[in-house]
């Protein structure tokens, strides 16, 4: 089985979580890929829609290789594996994760445009991506959100390596995972389209969400016609 797109992923994802629907339930998409995937499913169950930014913190002489990851709000995950196998001295790995967290904040102004981070704290979160290889992204999220107490996490992708899932299961209240194949390779190879999504397109995203958030609580406050 392989997903048409992200938006065709993130609908079949909404029906695994139809469980939440009506729980005042917030939806994160983990910027960019996760968003749209997490748009389809903030649209199902009628939740609120925002991001949380995380980078991943690559080793100076092989960025393609993880040694961590740093979320909004500080929450910093670092594999210690990867760091002493490589050889990446505590101050290397200091300067790496500062130049990803001035990332980060500059990607949280841009995406929120001034607003402040959503409330977290004793809710049911439910944190999108479009697919988990490795994990380093995820655990650092899933960090920040115990460090703004999230009541009740949720993590909900469409495809992730099984070994990953039954390690990030134990940091996580709920875990929805679609697909996890023995063999996992690369995320982009389980979508017939895994095109690069834009910080344009995530931007949209977000604001189309808002306006129909807007546009159900204006309704509510009418009342039937």
């Known amino acids: 089985?392989?997903?048409?797109?992200?938006?065709?992923?993130?609908?079949?994802?909404?029906?695994?979580?139809?469980?939440h629907a009506g729980r005042d339930a917030l939806v994160l998409?983990?910027?960019?890929?996760?968003?749209?995937?997490?748009?389809?499913?903030?649209?199902?169950?009628?939740?609120?829609?925002?991001?949380?930014?995380?980078?991943?913190?690559?080793?100076?002489?092989?960025?393609?290789?993880?040694?961590?990851?740093?979320?909004?709000?500080?929450?910093?995950?670092?594999?210690?594996?990867?760091?002493?196998?490589?050889?990446?001295?505590?101050?290397?790995?200091?300067?790496?994760?500062?130049?990803?967290?001035?990332?980060v904040r500059a990607r949280v102004a841009?995406?929120?445009?001034?607003?402040?981070?959503?409330?977290?704290?004793?809710?049911?979160?439910?944190l999108v991506d479009d697919g988990i290889a490795t994990g380093g992204t995820t655990r650092a999220a899933i960090k920040s959100l115990r460090k703004r107490r999230a009541g009740h996490i949720v993590l909900a992708v469409p495809v992730a390596a099984p070994e990953i899932i039954d390690r990030l299961r134990r940091e996580v209240d709920e875990v929805v995972c679609l697909l996890q194949p023995g063999t996992m390779y690369a995320i982009g190879m389980w979508y017939e389209d895994f095109s690069q999504v834009s910080d344009a397109e995530v931007m949209r995203l977000l604001e189309l969400a808002r306006t129909r958030?807007?546009?159900?609580?204006?309704?509510?406050k009418r009342g039937p016609m």
């Open 213 to 220: 958030s807007v546009g159900a609580h204006e309704v509510t």
């Open 110 to 126: 841009r995406f929120r445009g001034g607003r402040r981070a959503p409330d977290v704290r004793d809710r049911i979160v439910i």
């Open 1 to 19: 089985m392989k997903f048409e797109n992200r938006q065709q992923a993130g609908r079949l994802l909404a029906q695994a979580l139809i469980h």
């Open 29 to 103: 998409g983990l910027p960019r890929g996760g968003v749209p995937v997490a748009y389809e499913v903030a649209v199902t169950l009628e939740a609120p829609l925002d991001v949380l930014v995380v980078r991943k913190i690559g080793v100076p002489f092989q960025p393609e290789l993880g040694m961590g990851a740093i979320a909004e709000g500080a929450s910093l995950y670092v594999n210690r594996d990867i760091v002493e196998a490589v050889g990446i001295s505590s101050a290397d790995l200091l300067r790496a994760a500062r130049r990803e967290a001035r990332e």
